[in-house]
């Protein structure tokens, strides 16, 4: 059985710092491009970051690069979201996903509020 089990979230205070976590199991993670993705309410879903099954390249969106840092660990099956210098407009579900020719796995969610 396929699982993405985010976790993480919470409430921080603008400038502050959190760290999210997403297991995966029931498929091999190695072999899947993983991605982080949030949605606020009342807007769409938007990619966040993400890291290469090969070579571990990374990239980001516009509004988070230099605060927020994607990495994974396969022996762990693990991949992370550390997230600096919070804002308030940082405030959203955040969603992991893995990617792959043969299809596509999604998380639950955890919820990040920054307060301001």
């Known amino acids: 059985q396929v699982q993405l089990v985010e976790s993480g979230g919470g409430l921080v205070q603008s400038g502050g710092s959190l760290r999210l976590f997403c297991v995966a199991s029931g498929f091999t993670f190695s072999s899947y491009r993983m991605s982080w993705y949030r949605q606020a309410p009342g807007k769409e879903r938007e990619l966040v970051a993400i890291i290469s099954s090969t070579n571990g390249d990374t990239n980001y969106a516009d509004s988070v690069k230099g605060r927020f840092t994607i990495s994974r660990d396969n022996a762990k099956n693990t991949v992370y979201l550390q997230m600096n210098s919070l804002k308030p407009e940082d405030t959203a579900v955040y969603y992991c996903?893995?990617?792959?020719?043969?299809?596509?796995?999604w998380g639950q969610g955890t919820q990040v509020t920054v307060s301001s």
């Open positions: 996903n893995a990617v792959r020719w043969s299809g596509a796995y």
